[in-house]
């Protein structure tokens, strides 16, 4: 609609019978419009070309170069393989993740990793991912073993909801990070530094050890440059600390009292689950409206066990599963403390998956028969879904012999 549109739309409410002859006067500007359009037949579907560039189901990229950031965390700039037909990235909201599908030693697996970079990197023809490697990692140790420039990847389009929404947050944002959750906040950081977020950040990050702080200079160089907009504290919980302006300890309630405007600000936390377990219980001190804390979903559940609810006893028990996906039927063990999707993994099955955390829905399947255990942080299903057997099989954990119908992925 043009600037002329615009302004023979633009209707002043005096009375309600003024307001009833504008409204009919809207009618014929409309019918005079449609007279003058052209008669040739629509070639094209911009909005539908739009939608597939935001969304697309898969894109496949290349490893442009790898950065070294810490002695366990390296950062992958990845830029569209051509060869392959993706052209340009999607655009997303900072905070979004990547879902990459990896094939190790035979077996298709899919994870999920925070974008890095900015929205406006996307737009010049690039993504940054940081990984941190995992001690017992399956993905990880095989990406420091075989990942190099030149190496090609193919992931989905930007998803998840751990994002700043103006018409939902406040301006000023309390970010609370620890380890690799640093990820989404750079991204963050980034977007309202180049105006496209309106906000003001304010980051507490929370590291195990001085040599695994991941972006140190660079976020230290933001504030400085920007402390109108950005402004970063880190809470160390080593024993000894020699870099200055650090708090030593945990994310508490003091901590953030000492920091942060928290009865003027939304809350956006992302890292590990022992952490979300920890500051959790320090939030419940404010006494927060909870569509003020915004909490980045984790992945799976890495301790089931401790979970309230969970039965101890079936802790070292294996079942049978019987899986369903397509045409391919096929009977296969899964442990009592790994999700059904592990189970399928581990058995060279490729289900479907994205945010791994039971938040997004890709991997929704049917139960058909048997029992499971979910994860009560994660029971993300629909009231129909509980009421009629669908399960997200990645926050879903057998507790006795099972059978499943699972959806082909796309």
């Known amino acids: 609609m043009n600037q002329e549109d615009n302004k023979r739309l633009d209707v002043t409410i005096k009375s309600t019978s003024r307001d009833l002859l504008a409204f009919m006067k809207l009618s014929t500007s409309r019918k005079k ?103 017992a990692g399956f993905l990880t140790s095989y990406i420091w073993d075989h990942w190099e420039v030149g190496t090609q990847i193919e992931s989905s389009g930007p998803e998840g909801f751990f994002y700043f929404d103006r018409l939902r947050d406040s301006k000023q944002i309390v970010g609370i990070a620890g380890g690799s959750g640093i990820t989404p906040f750079r991204s963050i950081a980034k977007a309202i530094i180049e105006n496209t977020i309106d906000a003001k950040l304010t980051l507490l990050y929370g590291s195990s050890n001085e040599d695994d702080i991941i972006y140190y200079d660079e976020l230290k160089a933001l504030e400085k440059k920007y402390p109108e907009k950005f ?116 058995a060279k099955f490729a289900p479907p998956s994205k945010c791994r955390s039971g938040e997004c829905g890709f991997c929704r399947s049917q139960l058909i028969s048997g029992e499971v255990f979910v994860n009560p942080i994660s029971d993300w299903r629909r009231a129909a879904d509980k009421k009629y057997g669908y399960i997200h099989p990645c926050s879903s954990y057998p507790l006795s012999d099972i059978e499943i119908k699972v959806p082909k992925d796309q």
């Open 231 to 346: 402004k970063i504290i880190y809470i160390l919980s080593c024993e000894v600390v020699s870099l200055e302006g650090c708090e030593q300890g945990f994310i508490t309630a003091d901590i953030i009292r000492k920091h942060c405007n928290i009865d003027n600000s939304s809350i956006f936390l992302c890292g590990p689950q022992i952490m979300y377990n920890f500051v959790e219980k320090e939030l419940e001190q404010f006494n927060l409206a909870l569509r003020r804390i915004r909490r980045e979903a984790f992945g799976e559940v890495k301790d089931v066990v401790g979970l309230p609810g969970y039965p101890q006893e079936l802790a070292e028990k294996s079942f049978k599963m019987i899986v369903h996906m397509g045409e391919l039927t096929e009977e296969i063990p899964a442990l009592a403390t790994e999700s059904l999707i592990v189970a399928m993994e581990r």
């Open 33 to 135: 419009r449609f007279e003058k359009a052209s008669s040739e037949p629509i070639t094209t579907d911009p909005m539908n070309e739009l939608a597939t560039k935001l969304h697309p189901i898969r894109q496949f990229l290349i490893i442009k170069s790898i950065k070294n950031e810490t002695k366990s965390t390296k950062t992958f700039k990845l830029i569209p393989n051509k060869d392959l037909g993706t052209t340009e990235l999607a655009y997303f909201r900072p905070g979004q993740y990547l879902s990459l599908k990896v094939n190790v030693n035979g077996t298709e697996i899919t994870r999920p990793y925070s974008i890095a970079s900015s929205p406006n990197d996307a737009l010049k023809g690039f993504y940054e991912l940081t990984i941190r490697k995992e001690e």
